[in-house]
């Protein structure tokens, strides 16, 4: 296996790498220390973070530096100010934050200490999925001890620096991982995502200045304080830095969750990490970043897995998970179950998202039970244009729409031969039937 | 009931139950004072509620937490329903949820729902006849490189094989932990 250096997952060799005692004496709490007792402004925080090169870990890639500087200066904004943690981890693929909040509970709250400083927040609150209950106990016994040794509280350490961290519980609805579902969806309501703009950095919880960032994205930032900008920047590719978790699932030997620095070639990780296509077969197809990234065909396995080789492929790193088919999977099933998934999951603000889903979902469906007609092939098209990019208040119909788009340029035969032969060319019984309640 | 009529004055009242329990009442006081509104207590609140009050949300419960987070019962129902983890009907005494998301898919997750309805009797949207089980689709439960996985009441089982399946649905209800 090829030789890199690691750090988010080093304190997993432990058992008790979620107690406070094993945190402590592995580093922990030692960024945040270092930062209260030399004194650094906030603004020094964030520039540290801005050198690093740290780019969001929850899909978009947004440089957290740069979007922890959109806060408003609080000499001119007084008003309350909150970080909301998105721990709602529910791209179909995507098991990564789990990883680190079941086993690594403090560093999570680290990374939280730290944001707070920078913005100037007293007030976190981790947002995690209702069905991550062991994730959930896991942080609030973590918690529980942090704030006994006086990380989380009043005056931490003795200084200025106050910060409370709320746990709360989502309760199954994937919206509530965009941002503004999000907030919304905390402050007790639908997972309806907002119009922006507002943003949420002058318009978030409760109308007041907030910043949403992933679990991952935060877990970073104390080794970035710690070990300095340059050491992170020298891990990863030229624009995406640091080391990265890629879950690979789907059809190989040993799926799993592997930290590994960013620009790694997809064949490498298929290979020395999850042990290759199992059964000895061939790769059919494979997916990036978790379903809303598309479908990528076989002979582009080499491609680099950072933002920017993977959108010149025309796909995207989204959250790094990978999903792998082998020769005998069909991804036009695969593309239904996905198709099946964005329409229930719709919110059903936007007509385009509501209706366009739904489509998606049937023409899909037809196509796999070999009942689909050619003229479908361009009516995805159609409909997936009629939805992205930017057609809709949230970017979940551009979710559906991109793996379509990728299915019709990458895989077009395939959906030909449904068509052409009345039946799935691969048929797996069962038949896909049901939708969620 | 008449209760001025029949009751004799020195006889406790028949106070109307409190769906919520004082138990209850006491999480939620603590819990509203982590946010600057009290809505925002409502879908942990509703969690809760499912948890200790019999694995479902009545409307009298609902009612209640209106009442509690002085909201219209419309909003606390329109709240609850958008959520899928929020069953609003009563549910079998063990709820299995088979993922059937796309990792899940292609690991054999409909063999191994097919394989949870033949154990329980139950399908999707039908219990049990004896009304000991509840099974549903879900969707991608974040345990994807552990695929195919069902929730059973609560706890993640992962890695699942075909012959696990009758062994833990099995365990739980012979009272044994399964694992
Ligand atoms: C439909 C949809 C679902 C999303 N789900 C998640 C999620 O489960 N977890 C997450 O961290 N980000 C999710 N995001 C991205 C968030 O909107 C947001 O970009 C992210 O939390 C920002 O954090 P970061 O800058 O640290 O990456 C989702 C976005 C969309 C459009
Ligand atoms: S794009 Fe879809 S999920 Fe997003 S707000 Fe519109 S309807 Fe809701
Ligand atoms: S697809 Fe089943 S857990 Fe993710």
Redesign the interface.
């Known amino acids: 296996m090829a030789q890199h250096e690691t750090y988010l997952l080093d304190r997993l060799e432990h058992d008790d790498s979620h107690t406070l005692d094993r945190y402590s004496k592995t580093g922990g709490y030692r960024a945040i220390e270092k930062i209260l007792k030399e004194g650094l402004t906030p603004e020094q925080v964030i520039d540290l973070v801005k050198r690093s090169g740290l780019r969001g870990r929850g899909g978009a890639g947004f440089p957290t530096g740069l979007k922890w500087s959109f806060m408003p200066d609080v000499a001119k904004d007084p008003r ?1 100010r909150y970080i909301a943690v998105n721990a709602d ?7 990564k ?2 990883v680190l909040m079941e086993r690594d509970p403090h560093g999570v709250i680290e990374g939280i200490l730290i944001a707070a400083y920078a913005m100037r927040v007293d007030t976190a609150y981790i947002y995690v ?6 994730a959930y106990d896991r942080l609030l016994g973590a918690l529980a001890e942090a704030r006994e040794q006086g990380w989380v509280g009043q005056h931490v350490l003795g200084t200025e620096f106050s910060i ?1 961290i ?1 746990m ?7 919206i509530c991982g965009e941002e503004t579902g999000l907030m919304e ?7 309806h995502p907002r119009p922006k703009p507002p943003f949420p950095a002058g318009f978030g919880l ?1 109308g007041q200045p907030t910043t949403v960032n992933n679990v991952e994205t935060l877990f970073n930032v104390p080794f970035i304080i710690d070990r300095g900008p340059e050491w992170f920047a020298g891990m990863g590719s030229e624009k995406s830095k640091g080391n990265l978790l890629v ?5 190989v030997n040993t ?3 592997f930290e590994l620095p960013l620009g790694m070639s997809a064949k490498t990780i298929l290979e020395e990490y999850a042990g290759g296509v199992w059964k000895g077969k061939e790769l059919g197809a494979w ?1 990036p970043g978790g ?1 809303s990234t598309g479908f990528l065909p076989a002979h582009m396995i080499d491609l680099a897995m950072d933002h920017d080789s993977l959108k010149e492929a025309g796909s995207m790193l989204g959250t790094a ?1 990978m ?1 792998m ?1 082998d020769e005998d ?1 069909c991804v036009v ?2 593309m239904e ?2 198709a099946r ?1 964005y329409d ?2 719709s919110c059903g603000q936007c007509s385009q998202c509501r209706e366009g889903t739904e489509w998606l979902h049937q023409i899909f469906g037809r196509i796999e039970r070999g009942a689909g007609r050619l003229e479908d092939i361009e009516l995805l098209t159609s409909l997936a244009n009629g939805m992205a990019p930017g057609k809709t208040i949230c970017a979940l119909a551009d979710a559906a729409a991109i793996p379509t788009h990728s299915i019709v340029k990458n895989f077009r035969h395939e959906l030909e031969q449904h068509v052409e032969q009345g039946c799935c060319p691969k048929r797996r019984a ?1 038949q ?1 039937s ?4 | 009931m008449n209760e001025h009529a029949n009751n004799p004055v020195d006889e406790p009242v028949d106070e109307p139950q409190d769906p919520l329990g004082a138990k209850l009442r006491a999480e939620f006081d603590e819990l509203i004072k ?4 009290k ?6 609140a ?2 809760r509620c499912q948890e200790d009050l019999g694995g479902w949300i009545s409307p009298e419960v609902m009612e209640a937490l209106a009442e509690l ?1 002085e909201l219209e019962p419309v909003e606390v129902y ?2 609850a329903s ?5 069953h609003l009907r009563p549910v079998g005494k063990h709820v299995v949820g088979v993922c ?4 899940c ?3 054999g997750a ?1 063999d191994i729902l ?1 394989r949870v309805c033949q154990v329980t009797g139950a399908a ?2 039908v219990d049990s006849a004896d009304g000991r089980w509840t099974v ?12 195919p996985m069902f ?1 059973l009441d ?3 089982h992962e890695n699942l094989e075909l012959d696990d399946v009758e062994r833990i649905l099995g365990a739980v209800e012979s009272g044994n932990e399964p694992n």
């Open positions: 309350p981890e529910s791209e179909p693929g995507t098991c934050d789990r999925r209702g069905e991550y209950r062991f409370d709320w709360h519980k989502g309760a199954g609805a994937y969806s905390l402050e007790g309501k639908r997972g409760w879950g690979i699932s789907g059809h799926p799993g969750v997916i379903s998970a999903i088919l999977a099933r695969a179950v996905m998934f229930h999951e069962p896909l049901g939708t969620t309640a | 982590h946010y600057p509104e809505q925002a207590v409502l879908i942990p509703l969690h987070l329109g709240v958008f959520y899928p983890m929020f059937h998301n796309v990792s898919d292609l690991r409909e097919e999707p949207g549903a689709r879900l969707e991608c439960q974040g345990a994807c490189t552990s695929a929730d609560g706890v993640y």
